[in-house]
């Protein structure tokens, strides 16, 4: 499975209604990989300071996680904190301390740049093009963005859009990217600026799939409690990368398909403070819930 993501490798720190957890191991890679493991090998590479445990790496490495591409530096490593409200959609950002995120430049392995399916994790737009760059064999690419790209690194955004074959967007940034409330709309919007699909993502309320052949609607596998939403998105696209890669088919009926499985590994990821429950998740427990998705969007 010839699939690289690259994104952060961090710690969160998260308050829900209720419970609380401190400088838990999190960050959108580190969520990806946890979640795309389980379908095969897979390529890692971010940053992480002196603070970041070793363990953490050796229990990718053994799920099957190449972490040659992280690159360890002097300082601390990222560190998000946040809080959940009640309803599960609000979340307060308390702080975001970038450490030695804040000027990392990527260099791939010569190793991972013949990587055919390619994740570029949320991250400035011009480094997302710079790791795009050095992937010589790309097949398939999809990348992430958020509201602070969008608002402040407009032109560098549009400029990647040319050059990839998707992009995930919750509601908001779909209607920030498109400048369009209705949500439809807004995905064609941002299809005629250059990528096939727009993943969107909507929580609770399921996913699309919107591209010029392919329209594809998909509920949220119904999860009760709902532990921790850290990461959701994350594993979603990695269930979703991770499918496709394994298939080696990005024809529409393949996406779809791999639409489902990305919505059982977010469906995972909420039931656990981060890593917790994706991470002794194996092939077989995805099947089954993967199964049991199929039934319940089936007529």
């Known amino acids: 499975m010839s699939l690289l993501v690259i994104g952060t490798l961090a710690y969160d720190t998260v308050e829900t209604p209720f419970d609380r957890r401190e400088r838990a191991l999190g960050g959108s890679a580190v969520y990806f990989a946890t979640a795309a493991a389980s379908f095969g090998p897979l390529r890692l590479a971010?940053?992480?300071g002196e603070d970041f445990d070793e363990g953490h790496l050796a229990r990718m490495r053994e799920r099957g996680v190449d972490t040659a591409g992280v690159v360890r530096k002097p300082g601390k490593s990222f560190h998000w904190g946040g809080r959940y409200a009640a309803d599960w959609n609000t979340r307060t950002t308390l702080f975001t301390h970038l450490n030695v995120l804040q000027d990392f430049r990527p260099v791939l392995p010569q190793h991972f740049r013949d990587s055919k399916y390619v994740f570029l994790a949320n991250a400035e737009p011009a480094v997302q093009l710079d790791v795009l760059s050095q992937c010589t064999q790309r097949k398939f690419v999809v990348a992430d963005t958020m509201n602070f790209w969008i608002e402040q690194y407009l032109p560098d955004l549009r400029r990647l859009l040319k050059h990839i074959d998707g992009i995930v967007l919750n509601d908001e940034e779909a209607?920030?990217?498109a400048g369009e409330h209705?949500?439809?709309r807004?995905?064609?919007?941002?299809?005629s600026m250059g990528p096939r699909y727009v993943l969107l993502k909507k929580?609770?309320?399921?996913?699309?799939?919107?591209?010029?052949?392919?329209h594809f609607s998909l509920p949220a596998y119904p999860v009760d409690p709902v532990v921790d939403p850290t990461g959701a998105g994350d594993c979603f696209a990695g269930g979703f990368m991770a499918a496709v890669a394994a298939a080696d088919d990005v024809a529409p009926r393949s996406l779809r398909r791999a639409m489902l499985y990305g919505t059982v590994t977010a469906?995972?990821?909420?039931?656990?403070f981060s890593?917790?429950?994706?991470?002794r998740?194996?092939?077989?427990?995805i099947e089954r819930r993967y199964a049991e998705l199929l039934e319940i969007t089936t007529v």
């Open 182 to 184: 209705n949500l439809i």
């Open 203 to 214: 929580g609770e309320h399921g996913a699309f799939l919107i591209g010029q052949d392919a």
């Open 281 to 285: 998740r194996g092939r077989p427990d």
């Open 175 to 177: 209607r920030m990217l």
């Open 186 to 191: 807004a995905a064609r919007q941002v299809l």
């Open 267 to 272: 469906s995972y990821c909420v039931q656990g």
């Open 46 to 48: 971010g940053v992480v």
């Open 275 to 279: 890593i917790e429950d994706i991470e």
